[in-house]
């Protein structure tokens, strides 16, 4: 494959972020109808921008949860029903409501203690699900791929090796409630302002910071993520159209290199870094990992040949819009610069300063001998 040049990468960062940036519904405009949705969490990530979308939009909102997460992270108006998904549900009965949005459900008892509870008394049923469950992620699949199946489908233990096949299992008890009227959403990597995990955010403050930057890989290796509030904002016209069926939801709308998001981050920020690209096999022998040291980045190979590339078709055609790249870098940089000196200090993902420049210099010895 052809060495690109930086101006390559300028280039094609340009396509991608032109790419990206799709024209979004108005989010002052009304619904074509007022409906009353029930959001089972709804103060983590998405949650709150979920709400703010729905009720501008002029749906009624209630909210079920245990009133213990960010707590006045909602706006006025939102209706507050107290509980617990472990078998305190009193609260949702004798109730009505036109759709059902389940954000954080991983365990299936959550799924089918909530759903059966509600089969009755709600239109549409939305599970939040995850790409994470496809077992095959050597082919960049559709909704159509093989699920993951657990050795004990009675495990409550949520972990790497746990978390896919317990999310499958979750969107099946949604189905077994909501026959034909279930909708199942399987993002990829959700980033933004908000987001807690540094799974994207370590990138726009990595560059933010300026200097010589590891990055992984092939300039050409794709990427997938989508913003949070494209992500929950779309669900709500999800709901709003009865949209049933199952749908990958990650992003942008066109393939998008790892160079063309460097470098469409790099756009929003003035520190003037330099991208130093580092192959998958010498990071391998660094022990330097993909995701979460290498956020966002998984080589394309092998077993994960195809997990950057899922099709998202379906969900397009269901009116899945994006913002543009720098929207999201942007954001997530200004989220970035709210969070206090001892949570920076502590990122949940990326690289380390010191260790990134062993790396940097380990590769630079490699090269010169």
């Keep these: 494959m052809p060495k690109l040049s930086r101006r390559s990468f300028l280039a094609t960062t340009a396509a991608g972020v032109a790419a ?4 979004r519904p108005a989010i002052a405009s009304p619904a074509p109808k007022p409906l009353r949705i029930l959001i089972l969490g709804g103060t983590g990530f998405t949650g709150p921008h979920q709400v703010r979308y729905a009720m501008e939009r002029g ?11 960010n707590p006045g992270v909602l ?3 939102v209706e507050h029903l107290e509980g617990d998904r472990n078998g305190k549900l009193d609260a949702l009965k004798g109730r009505t409501w036109d759709a059902v949005i389940d954000v954080p459900s991983t365990l299936p008892r959550w799924v089918r203690d909530a759903a059966q509870l509600l089969k009755d008394s709600a239109g549409q049923y939305v599970f939040i699900s995850s790409i994470s469950v496809y077992k095959d992620n050597s082919k960049a699949d559709d909704e159509s791929g093989e699920t993951l199946t657990l050795e004990d489908p009675t495990v409550e233990t949520i972990n790497g090796e746990t978390y896919g096949g317990l999310k499958a299992l979750a969107e099946r008890e949604a189905e077994r409630a909501f026959p034909g009227r279930a909708t199942i959403v399987r993002p990829g990597l959700i980033v933004g302002p908000g987001d807690n995990s540094d799974r994207f ?24 993520f989508i913003d949070a509030r494209d992500l929950a904002e779309w669900i709500i016209r999800l709901v709003e159209k009865k949209a049933f069926g199952t749908f990958n939801a990650t992003g942008p709308e066109h393939p998008l290199t790892m160079a063309e998001m460097l470098y469409g981050i790099k756009a929003v920020t003035t520190a003037g870094a330099q991208f ?3 192959p998958a096999s010498f990071l391998e022998e660094q ?13 394309p190979a092998g ?3 195809g997990f950057a590339s899922r099709s998202i078709r379906k969900a397009l055609a269901a009116g899945l819009t994006f913002r543009p790249l720098a929207d999201t870098a942007a954001a997530t940089l200004e989220y970035y610069e709210t969070l206090s000196a001892e949570r920076k200090q502590k990122p949940r993902a990326g690289l380390a300063p010191v260790r990134e420049a062993e790396v940097l210099a380990a590769w630079k010895k490699k090269v010169a001998e």
Excluded: C, S
């Design 59 to 69: 749906h009624k909102v209630t909210v079920f949860n245990r009133g213990k997460t």
């Design 276 to 278: 130093t690209w580092v």
């Design 287 to 299: 022990k330097v990992a993909p995701w979460m040291e290498m956020p966002v980045w998984i080589p």
């Design 303 to 305: 077993d994960m040949a």
């Design 20 to 23: 990206a940036a799709v024209t």
């Design 201 to 224: 955010t370590y990138w726009p403050a990595r560059i933010a910071r300026g200097g010589e930057v590891l990055a992984p890989g092939n300039p050409t290796d794709p990427v997938q």
């Design 75 to 77: 706006p006025d108006g």
